[in-house]
């Protein structure tokens, strides 16, 4: 069963625009979200997390909002530049899967100059 | 000030044989995850290991899999008598131990081996 879900495979952008990624989870008992971001033939890097006592991270150009009555998240990217061209994953943990992270399939995002 | 590193970077086995991919934590980290992405798939948990104990191995596959992370070296992921479907790209992470016993959830990827079974 996919607890952790990305619905958009993928996602393309003009430079300098906002870039909004989704993802969705099922499980109530995650209580900490991270977003990776990840170039091919490369590890996935950590970008962001938000704990569920919060609704909003912010971090330079990266934000992240947390609604939990949806079981929603999203990462917006604002403004979008093409170096940002990557797979994004978002991940949750929390109640007995602790130090197990439990990945969305990915949204590969496009910036066009 | 090194980040996670993996080798061998790439692995090409034939079946049957056994594949042995290594893991060096970040230096202060004690926490170790394995990771394995098939293609066009997201990245799927496979165990969690602290010096010398497995914490977690529920995503390991019940045969042929093994993980170990022992008080010197690196961790270890053994997959005996490899077959064509063990091909993906496996991912290793670390996290330092929490301050006072808190969590720390973030975890940081090593570049991954990538194992070609033919």
């Known amino acids: 069963d996919q607890q952790v879900k990305q619905n958009s495979p993928s996602l393309s952008v003009q430079e300098g625009r906002i870039s909004i990624l989704n993802c969705d989870y099922t499980n109530s008992m995650f209580d900490y979200f991270l977003w990776y971001k990840k170039y091919p033939a490369e590890g996935p890097t950590f970008l962001i997390s938000?704990?569920?006592?919060?609704d909003k991270n912010e971090d330079g150009r990266f934000t992240v909002f947390l609604n939990k009555s949806a079981k929603h998240l999203s990462l917006h990217i604002v403004p979008s530049q093409p170096g940002d061209s990557a797979v994004y994953f978002c991940a949750a943990t929390g109640g007995t899967s602790y130090g197990k992270l439990t990945f969305g399939q990915g949204t590969i995002l496009t910036v066009h100059p | 000030n090194a980040g996670v590193m993996q080798n061998p970077r790439h692995l090409v086995r034939r079946r049957g044989q056994e594949a042995r991919l290594r893991c060096s934590p970040m230096k202060g980290h004690s926490h170790v995850y394995w990771y394995r992405q098939l293609p066009e798939e997201g990245l799927k948990f496979m165990v969690y290991?602290?010096?010398?104990?497995?914490?977690?191995e529920s995503g390991m596959p019940k045969e042929r899999f093994s993980a170990e992370f022992p008080k010197e070296g690196p961790s270890i992921l053994r997959i005996q008598q490899v077959v064509r479907g063990d091909s993906a790209a496996y991912f290793c992470a670390s996290s330092p131990l929490g301050i006072a016993g808190l969590r720390v959830d973030e975890q940081f990827f090593g570049p991954g081996t990538r194992l070609t079974v033919l």
């Open positions: 938000i704990s569920s006592i919060k």
């Open positions: 290991l602290q010096k010398e104990n497995i914490i977690d």
